[in-house]
């Protein structure tokens, strides 16, 4: 059946292949709206009541079951009787609508407007003018005086003043100075109080080579701000004024990229003077980093070279609550529980702590303190600290108390990335990945849920149930594609090489590897992508074969093994045929780091201590593998795998006796 569009940017209205659906009466569309700004939560029953009528009648829970079954034939027509609804649903103590994110306009604008950042200036600016040609009027147009959309419709609204001004901002970066002016004359006509409007307005009609205009148009701003709200114009006003009086050259520049700039001039904050206005800029820095932290061509990285600049800046207010903001305001998904940078990850964490013991002991911090803990265990990835672990257990216990999807998706990630403390822990990841999946889909967290389908497929690769990794590679491939998000199809692309490993592929899934390194030559993961490639050739070549001389042939002594050679050095001494020095790497052999190949690394210290017989460093390698016992050794990482973790144990204890 096709699917059922919803509109809410303008009055409310349902269709399904360009036909409008038939939605009765009034309160029928009351409760469609209703439950449309519920966002795919459940709305209680006595929520929608109170919601619907200023004075309940006795029949109100009986009416409102009929205008739902009556939306439900509108929404379902070719539904079975007694079926379970699919879209409108019965959920526990009330009803919810299980819409798709690009079913309603709304939520197609917001995707849109906040995907249009890190484009290129002239690709944004189309985005965001197909974005604003979604809306049709007011949103929730019939509903203006319903207390219960209030709040939703100031959002949209506000969101729709930003997304005219940003589109502005790009034609001004891509060279399209004069196409701005129009749309921004018109947009300052029904908001005179936007003084980034006015900036915007007045340096495009510079840039067209109208001083004069510029300059009247600033003396315009001025006049308006002191009559309509007492004000004199803000800084950027008066600069801009400053810099068309003196004809700054600096005003005619055009750059390549307006997001760019925007990142450049906010993460920098640190530099200037923490004054008035300041704190905003630097929270918004925040979400635009966010944003290019998904986006691939070296977007991860430039964020965090930013990031780190916008904690100082915060820091440096003074200020514990903005602080929290800035550091806990930064949730992107993250899938690898390696660091792509331990030395910025440090500094992180330190200052989450320093956040975390200066902020207030109120539950009106709960929020931020949860954020800030989150932080903590994500940052720590890798690292064996008790008080990561610490940190993720509270923070997964004041998201649960608090009640929001997005803080318990983000908590959740925090546990995650703490799951590794041992070996054979992909049962308890599976169950992280189902549980995101189910959240974010209900609550429209694209990369969250995006984030449950990747830990799905490490983790029942780990299992050794690919037929169940394939179905979230490709879910998670679909999602990506749908919402722009180039970064996963390294861990998708990745887990398919390791799947032709595991199938008896070799040569394919040597080209695979080799493929998957190519894509990660740029995105800015060196986490990820520091010693994967030779380390995945290595376990590919030792993969169902722990026996002597193994390990001298899988091993390729001339690779870059990255952060994983102090578990490859003894294999290369024995390579070299100096057995002494591999005995002496064994004995001195530290644990692996808490992350998703450890498994394949002691594997690969169980093949050298299979070819020379060392009977303690066998013993510690039973050890650690028992508990994977069934499993693929590294599989859980999604990339990696030395073949079943039973094959090395029955190896190990063929050697020992």
């Not at 008790?386 to 004041?398: I, K, P, S, Y």
């Not at 803080?407 to 549980?435: I, K, Y």
Request: net charge neutral; charged share 25%; with cysteine.
């Amino acid at each position: 059946m096709d699917q059922v569009d919803f509109g809410v940017l303008g009055t409310v209205t349902a269709e399904r292949a360009g036909g409008p659906l038939g939605l009765k009466g009034p309160r029928h569309r009351a409760v469609l709206a209703r439950l449309i700004v519920a966002r795919r939560r459940v709305v209680p029953v006595g929520r929608l009541v109170a919601d619907l009528w200023d004075e309940p009648p006795p029949t109100a829970v009986g009416s409102l079951r009929t205008f739902v079954n009556d939306l439900r034939r509108a929404l379902e027509p070719d539904r079975p009787p007694r079926a379970p609804a699919r879209l409108l649903v019965t959920d526990g103590p009330g009803y919810a609508l299980r819409a798709e994110a690009e079913a309603v306009d709304a939520w197609r604008f917001e995707t849109a407007v906040e995907t249009a950042v890190p484009e290129e200036p002239a690709r944004a600016a189309r985005r965001l003018r197909e974005a604003l040609e979604l809306w049709r009027g007011p949103a929730y147009a019939e509903f203006a005086d319903e207390e219960w959309c209030g709040g939703e419709r100031a959002r949209l609204a506000e969101l729709r003043l930003r997304a005219v001004e940003q589109r502005a901002e790009a034609l001004l970066a891509a060279g399209r100075a004069g196409e701005a002016v129009p749309d921004l004359d018109a947009h300052l006509t029904g908001h005179p109080w936007r003084e980034e409007g006015w900036r915007l307005l007045a340096l495009a009609l510079y840039r067209t080579g109208r001083q004069g205009d510029a300059l009247a148009v600033l003396r315009r701003a001025r006049a308006t701000l002191a009559d309509q709200l007492g004000l004199d114009p803000g800084p950027a006003l008066r600069r801009l004024e400053a810099g068309i009086l003196a004809q700054d050259p600096a005003l005619d520049e055009e750059p390549a990229a307006a997001a760019a700039r925007v990142w450049s001039r906010a993460a920098e904050a640190y530099d200037r003077t923490v004054a008035a206005g300041a704190r905003a800029r630097l929270e918004s820095t925040v979400g635009l980093l966010r944003t290019l932290a998904v986006t691939g061509s070296g977007g991860l990285a430039a964020a965090r070279e930013h990031r780190l600049a916008a904690i100082t800046a915060a820091e440096e207010s003074g200020d514990p609550e903005l602080t929290a903001r800035v550091i806990g305001a930064y949730d992107v998904p993250a899938i690898w529980t390696r660091s792509d940078d331990p030395a910025d990850a440090r500094r992180v964490v330190e200052a989450a702590e320093r956040a975390l013991a200066r902020l207030p002991a109120t539950p009106a911090q709960d929020t931020a303190r949860c954020r800030l803990l989150a932080t903590v265990a994500l940052e720590s990835r890798g690292t064996r600290s008790a008080r990561a672990a610490e940190a993720a257990a509270e923070a997964e216990r004041l998201a649960r108390r608090l009640d929001d999807p997005a803080l318990l998706a983000f908590a959740l990630n925090g546990v995650f990335m703490q799951s590794c403390t041992r070996t054979g822990l992909a049962p308890r990841r599976d169950a992280l990945g189902t549980e995101l999946i189910a959240l974010a889909t209900r609550h429209g967290l694209v990369t969250y849920e995006v984030l449950g389908h990747l830990i799905r497929v490490q983790a029942r690769a780990g299992l050794a149930d690919l037929t169940t990794a394939d179905a979230h590679a490709e879910a998670a491939d679909r999602l990506a594609d749908r919402h722009e998000l180039p970064l996963a199809r390294v861990f998708t692309d990745g887990y398919r090489a390791l799947r032709l490993a595991v199938t008896g592929h070799p040569e394919r899934a040597e080209a695979a590897y080799r493929a998957v390194d190519r894509l990660l030559d740029g995105p800015g993961m060196p986490g990820v992508r520091a010693g994967l490639l030779p380390l995945a050739l290595l376990c590919l070549r030792l993969a169902g074969r722990p026996r002597p001389y193994g390990i001298r042939a899988a091993l390729d002594p001339a690779a870059d093994w990255g952060p994983y050679l102090p578990w490859i050095r003894p294999g290369l001494a024995l390579a070299a045929d100096d057995e002494q020095t591999a005995r002496e790497a064994l004995r001195g052999l530290p644990e692996p780091p808490a992350d998703l190949v450890q498994e394949a690394l002691w594997c690969v210290v169980a093949a050298v201590a299979l070819e020379l017989g060392d009977r303690p460093a066998l013993r510690r390698c039973r050890h650690r593998l028992c508990p994977a016992a069934g499993q693929l050794a590294g599989a859980g990482s999604g990339l990696v795998t030395a073949g079943p973790v039973d094959v090395w144990l029955t190896a190990i204890e063929e050697a020992l006796r």
